[in-house]
């Protein structure tokens, strides 16, 4: 039986069991982040952490270009950099060429956070991935990274967390209330 919309004939068992399959493992994923995060800073849900890590991969960015990275409408990307602003985990200025232009980026306490709750899920993951048997680790690699590179994740190792503003610069003044 086909799946509507799906462009092509599968087998509708085969393809109920990898969905199935993606959500445990989705769930597994989700609890490591949340108990990561958690661990290094209780006050970071899970969506602002989003935005860190949005930050964290694609460095210095308009307002608007981390909303449309998110998914997210622009008034709801800027309510939460303004709650991550207040908290100092995140940076945002006017540039100097265009004033309306609001850039925003990782505050050196926000990458801090990013590096360690990477760390800790690393670690995490390590821990579960090690109990898995040899011959399963080169199969779910080739699946783990196809599905990466299908959701449109930037890889591990391209990642850089040294982002520096190239553009000058003046501080937005903060707004009170």
Known sequence: MAIAGSGTLRDETGFEALLDAVLGASRALVAVAARSLVDVADDVTLVQYRVLVELAASGPQRLADLANGLGVDPSTATRMCDRL???GLVLRRR??????????????SGRDLVTEVTRRRRAQLATILERLP???????????????SAAGEVPEREWSLGWHLDLPVAPLKAKHG
Not at 98 to 108: E, G, I, M, Q
Not at 134 to 148: I, N, S
């Open 85 to 87: 602003v207040r908290k």
């Open 95 to 108: 540039a100097t060429a265009d004033r309306r232009a609001v850039r925003v980026s990782l505050a050196p």
């Open 134 to 148: 040899d011959e399963d680790r080169r199969p779910v690699l080739a699946a783990l990274r196809a599905f990466a």
